[in-house]
């Protein structure tokens, strides 16, 4: 059966959108309804997903996820994904619904939790693996290791990782200091040149934390960075940043992968100390 369907012109705003959607759906071949009732269940993940991603989520090929954004009218998935990035927080369920979606989907006894996470942050894991690069991750390891003083910045869910990593850097005895909350306001006044801004940011990102990167880059300290998006403005004054995209489970992510890269790092970063 042909998975090309004829609409016309692209969508012009996410309402045409889900209106084109909703009513092509239904007509489309199998393959392309599994990406169109995977699509209109995670729209917030458009914005920060890749073809691959969304096609692996919905069961199917990168060209067949492809052919599905053709037959909504578009010339490809970044065309369509245009159209969610500037809106990004508008589609992101609240926790009640991520709630109700588990009750929807008959997920809500602990085993099954417990077994839908493990997967999940198993997938997280092997996206790792194939998008971070080792020569990537010495470099950053080593313009830490050099630093006077590393700088840990991250709110809200990103605090989880960076508050390990200053666990493990005080375990390890490398000099870091962890910026967090209200002491934030002030934190550019406590970081000098030849410290080492570490700052970590997931979509939508921390505008405390992109103001703080913007100061500190202005005066002339080297950051780095890790997210979840190419999109992410610390990579504007970072001299290198880290990608990590965690699967998730009717909304809920698990930092997994995140956590897993930056333990990783801080020991990196120790031994790379002590080979100095």
Known sequence: MNEQLAVGSAPQSVSDLLERLDATAGDMPKRLRDCASFTRRHLHLIAVSTVSDMARASGVAPSVYMRFCQAL???????????????????????????????????????????????SGHRSLIS??????????????????????????????????????????DQLGVPATLHYGVG????????????????????PFSPEVVRLVEAAAGQGVTVFGLTDSERCPVAEWATEMLIVREDEVAGFRAPTAAITLTTALAVAVSAVQRQS
């Not at 998935?77 to 927080?89: G, I, K, P, V």
């Not at 609240?94 to 997967?119: I, M, N, P, S, W």
């Open 73 to 119: 009218g578009f010339s490809g998935y970044s065309e369509m994904q245009s159209l969610f990035r500037a809106r990004y927080t508008e589609f992101r369920p609240d926790y009640q619904e991520r709630l109700a979606t588990l009750e929807k989907e008959g997920v809500v006894g602990t085993g099954r939790l417990l077994a839908d996470f493990a997967e």
């Open 128 to 169: 790792l693996a194939n998008t971070v690069t080792n020569e990537s991750l010495d470099r950053i390891a080593r313009g830490i290791a050099s630093a006077r003083v590393v700088h840990l910045v991250g709110l809200r869910r990103a605090f989880s990782v960076v508050s390990n990593m200053a666990y493990l850097f």
């Open 184 to 203: 934030m306001l002030n934190a550019r006044g406590a970081i000098f040149p030849g410290d080492v801004v570490f700052a970590v940011t997931f979509a």
